[in-house]
């Protein structure tokens, strides 16, 4: 058997655990601009944001699918456990446009600074998504 994989039409979807399911989504939609493709219950949203999936989960309890995994958002917000990174033409202009929109943009941009492997160079600043500790960068695409 060939081995296909991926093949096209393949996607990835980014789960993110919230505490706080409409702040969450407004965030995603408002700050982001994100588009709200479908809810369940109350309890999760998917969106699309630039060719990307994003599932929103206020997570739970054990399920068939999952019997010894259980969702829960972040317990300490200075940790970490997933980040994504996206990559703009012009990072001042994302960052002034999403702090208008609300975004807690936790940095400052720094100047331009090498950038290893081929990309150039890049201006890097760090965004806050309100109910889960997990970090956005704004990258300048070269």
């Not at 409409?22 to 700050?31: I, L, T």
Request: aromatic share 6%; with cysteine; charged share 25%.
């Amino acid at each position: 058997m060939e081995n296909r994989f991926p093949i096209e039409g393949v996607e990835l979807t980014h789960i993110l655990v919230v505490d706080d399911l409409d702040r969450a989504r407004s965030f995603y939609r408002d700050v982001l601009g994100a588009t709200v493709y479908r809810e369940y219950g109350g309890t999760s949203s998917v969106l699309q944001f630039q060719g990307s999936w994003l599932l929103l989960v206020t997570g739970g309890e054990l399920s068939e699918d999952k019997p010894d995994v259980t969702f829960e958002p972040p317990k300490d917000p200075q940790s970490v456990s997933h980040s994504m990174t996206i990559r703009v033409p012009d990072c001042q202009e994302a960052y002034q446009i999403l702090g208008s929109r609300g975004a807690d943009r936790k940095a400052p941009l720094k100047p331009e600074q090498p950038e290893s492997g081929s990309r150039g160079r890049t201006i890097i600043s760090s965004l806050h998504a309100p109910t889960t500790p997990n970090l956005g960068t704004l990258g300048r695409v070269r």
